[in-house]
């Protein structure tokens, strides 16, 4: 796979994300792909799309890219995301960290932590 191909697959999920297109979001990942969202793990794609419908789409989750690196075989984006979730205790923006694993033309490992900064 290509380096090229990450920022693709990657911009493909911010855009599904950010319409709210549960099945054009579900396509961009492979069949036993992970999910780490806030330290619970999604394995498979019926749990992915389980959390997909909940938690992304059903919360109406935007996100705003403030930045990303690829690194080896990843790409990290940091995001400001937003939606209909408890925000209480959040920061206002909201900043995550997505780390995306590709492999295949697909999105194999996802997790996504609120990070504190290490400076």
């Known amino acids: 796979m290509q380096s090229s191909e990450f920022p693709v697959l990657v911009?493909?999920?911010?855009?599904?994300t950010n319409r709210?297109?549960?099945y054009a979001l579900l396509e961009l990942?492979?069949?036993n792909s992970l999910v780490n969202d806030q330290l619970v793990d999604y394995w498979g794609m019926e749990s992915i799309r389980r959390w997909a419908e909940r938690d992304v789409v059903g919360a109406h989750v935007a996100m705003t890219v403030v930045g990303s690196v690829t690194q080896y075989e990843q790409v990290i984006v940091t995001a400001h995301m937003d939606g209909?979730?408890?925000k209480r205790g959040l920061p206002n923006p909201l900043e995550v960290t997505l780390y995306f694993s590709v492999h295949?033309?697909?999105?194999?490992?996802?997790?996504?932590l609120r990070n504190l900064s290490g400076t």
Do not use: H, N
């Not at 911009?11 to 599904?16: Q, R, T």
């Open 104 to 112: 295949d033309g697909r999105i194999v490992q996802l997790i996504i």
């Open 20 to 22: 709210g297109d549960l």
């Open 84 to 86: 209909d979730f408890d």
């Open 29 to 31: 990942f492979a069949e």
């Open 11 to 16: 911009a493909a999920f911010i855009e599904a």
